[in-house]
């Protein structure tokens, strides 16, 4: 069921940390084998013991450890349960896939376990707030079309077309410039929760500093020139 053990938070770590060093790597997508779950968590049969400590999902959640902040778009593709810890790290996904199948909860309340529960301030944030909280006062799951109503999820599609539409993504996202797209999402992380008056008065290190790349000038002449750009992450 794709449970998190401290081996896979080590792996994970690793290949934020690799997506975030390497400029060839423009965008991810994390998916998980098998038709049964995404992921369901924790696994705690083990403990979540971990020196020096690792947040959960390779510190992408910020769960029980220091919040890695992913400077790439990253992609979910989900199928079947994805619960408790493994909602959280969906969640922390730019892009949510869904297949039909996929089914979102938070069963922390209903079997009595509540701790270090960051997925109730994200869920909080977004889905409608009666949503959320009926979520989190029941244990109660949402299937796929219902994750796609509350814009919790971009596109819902059969299991068998999951891996293609989470590339089709991709390729759309690659589409853009991976500079430009990396400047935008800092941008919009870093004044998420402040006013709007902040973040329009805020000035940003990486959306100024894209405007001496190799990819904006090249933006420039395709626009002047009516092709597509060819971007190079210079």
């Known amino acids: 069921m794709n449970a998190i053990t401290r081996a896979m938070d080590e792996q ?28 369901i968590g924790a696994d705690m049969s083990g403990g979540r013991d971990v020196t020096p400590r690792i947040a959960l999902g390779g510190g992408l959640t910020g769960i029980g ?6 400077k790439k778009p990253l992609i979910a593709a989900i199928q079947g349960f994805c619960v408790g810890g493994g909602f959280e790290l969906a969640m922390c996904a730019d ?7 996929a089914q979102f909860g ?6 009595g376990i509540i701790a270090e529960c960051g997925v109730v301030h994200r869920v909080i944030r977004q889905l409608p707030y009666h949503v959320a909280m009926a979520m989190i006062l029941t244990g109660e799951r949402i299937g796929a079309v219902d994750a796609k109503r509350f814009g919790l999820v971009n596109e819902v599609v059969p299991l068998t077309d999951l891996d ?5 993504w991709a390729e759309k996202i690659n ?29 940003f290190e ?3 500093g894209y405007a001496d790349t190799i990819d904006r000038r090249e933006g420039e002449a395709a626009v002047k020139e009516k092709r597509k750009p060819l971007w190079t992450g210079l």
């Open 12 to 39: 994970l770590a690793a290949a934020w940390a690799r997506i975030n060093d390497d400029p060839d790597i423009w965008c991810a997508i994390l998916s998980a084998t098998g038709h049964r779950a995404f992921c």
């Open 65 to 70: 450890g220091p919040l890695t902040a992913l």
């Open 95 to 101: 892009i949510i896939v869904a297949a039909d199948t």
């Open 106 to 111: 938070l069963p922390e309340t209903k079997v």
């Open 164 to 168: 293609a539409s989470a590339l089709h």
């Open 175 to 203: 589409a853009a410039s991976p500079l430009a797209n990396q400047a935008a999402k800092a941008a919009a992380l870093a004044r998420l929760n402040h006013p709007l008056e902040v973040a329009l008065a805020t000035r």
């Open 206 to 208: 990486a959306i100024e």
